[in-house]
């Protein structure tokens, strides 16, 4: 089965740092690139970025781009989101998501994501 | 930036009911649209991609449709378990693969 599971719940203070995971298991993890998805309370899904495992490429939305630092560790097919500085704004739930991609009728490559992690909630409060 | 626009934001419904939930681009996305329930405690589960491509193992009661701008997901014959909340989300613009404000589907 494929699945993607996620590091626990994280109650951390503004300025610390923190590291979550999202390990996967079958298939063939360098392969396919691993995206990271917020959710604020209460309001929709936000894009942050996505990285592809064989070679650590990494896609920043501008939004975050700057505010977390996206990596993997191949040896154990896990991807992480990196905080250096964590703000109040930074609660939310927080996504990992496997992307999958084909060729459409029109010979172009249409992309979606499959599965998704069960999220970690990351709440930053002094 | 591709803005997504969904609606409703919230649709009562009962057991049995068909509904409609539209999603609009601000550009032109071809057939890239992903559609996705969300229910509580859980990550998100896709359900179309391509505008109409039904995901393996998903119930033929859901269906999608559309291209350009606008696109429809349709939820035929509501089972109790579709309760949820819906997105949309585009992947014409890569890396930028935005999401639109979702539909929460409740039980009237």
């Known amino acids: 089965e494929v699945q993607l599971v996620q590091s626990g719940a994280e109650v951390k203070k503004p300025g610390e740092s923190l590291k979550i995971s999202c390990k996967a298991s079958g298939y063939s993890f360098p392969t396919s690139w691993i995206g990271w998805v917020r959710q604020v309370p209460g309001k929709g899904l936000e894009w942050m970025g996505i990285?592809?495992?064989?070679?650590?490429?990494?896609r920043y939305s501008p939004s975050f781009q700057g505010q977390v630092t996206i990596s993997v560790d191949k040896s154990i097919s896990t991807a992480y989101l990196h905080w250096s500085s964590l703000k109040a704004s930074d609660t939310a739930m927080y996504y990992c998501?496997?992307?999958?991609?084909?060729?459409?009728?029109?010979?172009?490559?249409?992309?979606?994501?499959?599965?998704w992690g069960q999220g970690t909630q990351v709440t930053v409060s002094p | 930036d591709i803005q997504m626009t969904q609606s409703p934001p919230s649709l009562s419904a009962s057991v049995g009911d068909r509904v409609t939930i539209t999603c609009r681009a601000s550009h032109n996305i071809s057939i890239k649209l992903n559609w996705y329930q969300h229910k509580p405690g859980k990550g998100p589960k896709v359900l179309i991609y391509?505008?109409?491509t039904l995901q393996s193992g998903v119930p033929s009661r859901f269906s999608g449709g559309g291209s350009g701008t606008d696109f429809t997901l349709t939820i035929s014959n509501l089972q109790p378990e579709d309760f949820a909340t819906y997105f949309c989300?585009?992947?014409?613009?890569?890396?930028?693969?935005?999401f639109g404000q979702g539909t929460k589907l409740e039980i009237k």
């Open positions: 989300q585009q992947s014409y613009s890569t890396p930028q693969y935005t």
């Open positions: 990285i592809y495992p064989a070679d650590s490429e990494t």
């Open positions: 391509a505008a109409s």
């Open positions: 998501a496997r992307r999958l991609e084909r060729i459409t009728i029109f010979g172009d490559i249409t992309r979606w994501f499959d599965p």
